[in-house]
Nanobody, 113 residues
Framework: QVQLVESGGGLVQAGGSLRLSCTASGSIFRFYAVGWYRQAPEKQRELVATVTSGYKTNYADSVKGRFTISRDDAKNTVYLQMNSLKSEDTAVYYC???????WGQGTQVTVSS
């Protein structure tokens, strides 16, 4: 069973930056696409960004140009660098592996205006 552990969330002012990390257990990380989703209060969970095993990236339109997803297969870790944060980025951010096969527990990101 794969476990995903996120870190790096917190409280930041609008315009600031945060970097989220998600580390997977086991040895299959490098074979899977990984990504980040988020869920704001009373809203559905939505895609933020994904990166395939071949390092192809995909972003939600709302974060393009501000967020960058990357992966380090040697460390079984996927990152989400978030810059120019806005209040509407406030949400619980979830790491996922294998297109929803595995999920982390989530990390809260709060952006104050």
């Amino acid at each position: 069973q794969v476990q995903l552990v996120e870190s790096g969330g917190g409280l930041v002012q609008a315009g600031g930056s945060l970097r989220l990390s998600c580390t997977a257990s086991g040895s299959i990380f490098r074979f899977y696409a990984v990504g980040w989703y988020r869920q704001a209060p009373e809203k559905q969970r939505e895609l933020v960004a994904t990166v395939t095993s071949g390092y192809k990236t995909n972003y939600a339109d709302s974060v393009k140009g501000r967020f960058t997803i990357s992966r380090d297969d040697a460390k079984n870790t996927v990152y989400l660098q978030m810059n120019s944060l806005k209040s509407e980025d406030t949400a619980v951010y979830y790491c996922t592996m294998g297109a929803g096969l595995y999920w982390g527990q989530g990390t809260q990101v709060t952006v104050s205006s």
